[in-house]
């Protein structure tokens, strides 16, 4: 399984997403993750806030418009 973050969770996020085959990674300096309406977010490969699991999934959602 290819790590995208050190954080688990975040990790585990990022594998559930792109087994929906709707949405894409772009690798570069940094891990993009590429929502199925074309927008990006970055994927925090060493995040240090305790929140950062959290504040990602919600960025995820918000992509998603829900």
Do not use: C, E
């Amino acid at each position: 399984m290819k790590k995208y973050s050190n954080d688990k969770n975040i990790n585990t996020l990022v594998h559930r997403l792109l087994k929906q085959n709707r949405w894409q990674i772009r690798q570069g300096r940094h891990p993009v993750l590429i929502a199925p309406t074309g927008r990006r977010l970055a994927v925090p490969g060493t995040p240090s806030d305790r929140r950062a699991f959290l504040n990602f999934k919600h960025d995820v959602r918000r992509l998603l418009g829900l």
